[in-house]
């Protein structure tokens, strides 16, 4: 089946500073990838989509200039989290479908700790 | 905006007994995706239906997608410890395109 991956697994950051998330699709090419926040003990909540070429779509309430996506390739999308703060920690997972296709694919997560 | 009721929250069953659970929506969806997620991973995809009706099984696995298109049930039957986790489910309006979730059912299966 399709396969995708995120890097890192997980990242502890200091408040302030920057954070990117990698999320690439390793046997298929993504022409749309996905990517969700999920609290601890609550469902997963789409953030934004986002086409291979174009700007992301935001999920209304996310703060576009603060999760910064960048979907260069058909194959890797990258979240930047910018200057984080605690509330920001959680787990992020993108997931990704292929041309033509119907399923959305998920990553296994990066569990993003803010001191 | 669209809303996926998943119930029950949780359930606490004895290994072989069977699961029922299940999701009703406020809008239509064209498509009804079943997921599971272990804890520290990501959703990986139990079963996908497309078509008012359908009833697909995946080994122990069954879900339906119901007729009006508001509602979707996961069936697992003769539970097993490794069936242990959160199921949610999705719906979207189209396929391939953005998905609205379920609150979760955490599963517990005591041996």
């Known amino acids: 089946g399709a396969v995708v991956s995120q890097h890192p697994s997980r990242v502890i950051c200091k408040s302030g500073t920057s954070v990117k998330i990698e999320c690439r699709s390793l046997?298929?090419?993504?022409?749309?990838m996905f990517w969700y926040r999920q609290f601890p003990k609550q469902s997963l909540m789409l953030m934004a989509t986002s086409n291979e070429g174009s700007k992301a779509t935001y999920e209304q309430g996310v703060e576009k200039d603060k999760f910064l996506i960048n979907h260069a390739s058909l194959t890797l999308s990258t979240l930047t989290v910018t200057s984080a703060h605690p509330e920001d920690s959680s787990f992020y997972i993108c997931?990704?479908?292929?041309?033509?296709?119907?399923?959305?694919?998920f990553g296994p997560g990066t569990r993003l700790t803010v001191l | 905006g669209q809303q996926l009721n998943q119930s029950p929250q949780s359930m606490f069953i004895q290994e072989g007994e069977d699961v029922s659970m299940n999701c009703t929506s406020s809008?239509?969806?064209?498509?009804w995706l079943w997921y599971k997620q272990e804890p520290g991973e990501g959703p990986v995809l139990l079963i996908a239906l497309y078509k008012a009706g359908e009833l697909t099984s995946n080994g122990r696995l069954t879900a339906q997608f119901g007729i009006t298109r508001k509602d979707s049930f996961l069936n697992i039957s003769a539970s097993i410890p490794s069936d242990v986790g959160i199921y949610f489910c999705a719906g979207s309006e189209t396929s391939g395109s953005r998905l609205t979730f379920g609150e979760g059912t955490q599963l517990t299966v005591n041996p």
């Open positions: 809008s239509i969806f064209n498509t």
């Open positions: 997931s990704a479908i292929g041309a033509g296709g119907d399923t959305q694919y």
């Open positions: 046997d298929f090419q993504a022409t749309t």
